[in-house]
């Protein structure tokens, strides 16, 4: 077992049940039919901005492929876990291992913002994805079919000035999946959409997450989202994780079903509970 992972790659280009918080819940775990992800296990993570502690020892363990959502109000550490578990900050006690070697391409980033290249066309911001591979004789077909995995084909010889915002995430996602990751980190990439963009985003990052098996890790403030795409939520309250809730629903999930609703609903009492207690 290894200590914390260090990515190579620049932000830019970073385009990826033994549980011990309180209150898990044991139920049917799903999974994508092949798994390619990585296991990712965290012992007494800490970090800290000055005097501000922001994780204030975190224990977690998850799954190869498994798709864990992470929600908590601004500031209790979410997106803090989520960049040290990519690689993006250091350290200052505890670890984070994926159980064996890994490699730059296998922890990809995907941000709020899409980040793409404006001097680039679509094509050319999708390889950006593949790091020091991006110059081998196949990065284009790579590229390419990456590009047709997010439904963009037809967008590669465009300039990202002309993509609507759905469109730039897709390139993005793209970006982020060409090097075909086997850990997916997600920072709240769909929280600009509109409604039915978001949504349609939503079935889009839970078919490659099938379809390609790496384990992902979503930050977001929509609780509706979190439910919907997640195998598991994790609350972070004040640096720590406060509340684990498995979601045994099958997929496809049934937006505003009444079992997705009852646990949004659970979580957003925690949440508020939490508020009332500070």
């Known amino acids: 077992m290894q200590t914390a992972l260090r990515t190579s790659l620049p932000e830019t280009e970073l385009a990826g049940r033994a549980n011990f918080a ?12 092949q798994t390619s992800g990585l296991p990712l296990s ?10 501000n502690e922001v994780l204030r020892g975190i224990d977690l363990h998850i799954p190869a492929g498994q798709f864990v959502a992470i929600v908590g109000k601004s500031g209790c550490g979410k997106s803090t876990l989520l960049r040290l578990i990519a690689g ?47 110059a081998s ?12 995995e997010v439904g963009l084909a037809d967008k590669r010889d465009q300039w990202p000035s002309v993509l609507s915002g759905g469109q730039k995430q897709r390139v993005a ?25 978001r949504i349609s985003m939503q079935r889009l990052l839970e078919r490659v997450w099938r379809d390609q098996g790496f384990t992902a890790i979503l930050v977001t403030h929509d609780v509706s989202e979190a439910v919907a795409l997640a195998d598991r939520v994790l609350v972070i309250e004040e640096g720590r994780i406060a509340h684990d809730v498995t979601v045994n629903a099958a997929r496809p999930r049934e937006r505003g079903s009444a079992e997705l609703a009852g646990l949004e609903g659970s979580i957003l009492s925690h949440l508020l509970s939490a508020d009332d207690r500070t």
Do not use: C, Y
């Not at 309180?22 to 039919?33: G, K, L, M, T």
């Not at 490699?103 to 050319?124: G, K, N, S, T, Y």
């Not at 004789?137 to 047709?148: C, F, G, I, M, P």
């Open 22 to 33: 309180p209150q898990a819940r044991i139920a049917r775990e799903e999974r994508p039919v």
């Open 42 to 51: 965290i012992r007494g993570l800490r970090k800290s901005f000055g005097d």
């Open 88 to 134: 993006l900050e250091t350290i200052d006690a505890g670890s984070i291992s994926f159980g064996q070697d890994v490699q730059p391409e296998d922890i990809r980033v995907m941000f709020q913002e899409p980040r793409l290249l404006p001097w680039a066309r679509v094509l050319d911001n999708v390889e950006v994805g593949l790091g020091r591979d991006h």
């Open 137 to 148: 004789s196949d990065a284009h077909a790579r590229a390419e079919k990456a590009l047709t």
């Open 173 to 197: 996602l793209a970006r982020a999946l060409v090097s075909r990751p086997r850990v997916l980190a997600l920072d709240e990439p769909l929280g600009a959409l509109d409604a039915l963009t």
